[in-house]
């Protein structure tokens, strides 16, 4: 079923590879400056803006990718975790599934790691 959006989570010196990666292989991408710890702007695919939103230091080292719509080349936040990671070369991290407001918060620190060595199940618990 697809998601409604789409979020990841990449290490901060990797989003430099990322965006170019994204411009190459998925379609054109603007991007505004940085404002502090947020970045936002667009992905064109198929002629539809996809807003995109980048947030440094969301989970410690790692950003927040935020895709805000559903018209994405991905269905779930797995497969694009699976695109970055094989593209990047380059540990990507999701949920793993979806999250809506009727969900409860059984799990919440459940998580998948995906390298181009596979994927495995995780509990992300940052220390605080």
């Known amino acids: 079923m697809r998601q409604p ?13 990322m965006t170019e990666w994204l411009n ?29 939103m980048i947030v440094r230091k969301a ?6 990718v935020w895709f805000d719509s559903d018209a ?3 269905e779930t936040d797995l497969d694009c975790a699976r695109a970055i990671s094989s593209g990047l ?3 990507v991290r999701c949920s793993v599934g979806g999250w809506s407001e009727e969900q409860s918060d059984d799990d ?8 181009t060595e596979g994927e495995s199940e995780f509990i992300w618990a940052l220390k605080p």
Do not use: F
């Open 89 to 91: 070369g380059q540990e």
């Open 24 to 52: 190459n292989q998925i379609g054109p991408l603007q991007l505004k400056p940085w404002h502090e710890l947020t970045r936002r702007g667009s992905l064109t695919l198929e002629g539809q803006a996809i807003p995109l």
């Open 108 to 115: 919440p620190d459940r998580w998948l790691k995906v390298t």
């Open 59 to 64: 989970a410690g080292k790692w950003a927040s």
């Open 5 to 17: 959006d789409i979020e990841i989570y990449l290490r901060e010196e990797h989003l430099d590879a």
């Open 72 to 74: 994405t080349p991905w």
